[in-house]
């Protein structure tokens, strides 16, 4: 009995962690998919708009709508560039 409450405990435990982590992974990947747009597009006049990437997995202490905005940003010029 000891070990299917420690058993069931650790899943929901697990279960919060990754439903918390969608939810910043969200805000992280639109940022990314504006990001990458912005950065694509920057300086061009009428440009259309590329089919963006799928989003990376987040670096620790950076899912933030900012931070994907950012990476996503620069990627976005260098691929223009490229």
Do not use: H
């Not at 069931?8 to 982590?21: E, K, N, P, R, S």
């Not at 590329?50 to 931070?67: A, K, L, M, R, S």
Request: with cysteine.
């Amino acid at each position: 009995m000891k070990y299917l409450f420690i058993t069931v405990t650790v899943f929901l435990i697990l279960q919060v962690g990754a439903l918390l982590a969608t939810a910043s992974d969200d805000s992280y990947c639109e940022g990314w998919e504006k990001g990458y747009v912005a950065g694509y597009c920057y300086e061009v006049v009428n440009c259309i708009e590329p089919v963006v990437p799928v989003c990376p997995i987040p670096e620790i202490g950076f899912d933030t709508y900012q931070d994907g905005y950012n990476r996503g940003f620069t990627k976005g010029k260098e691929d223009k560039n490229e």
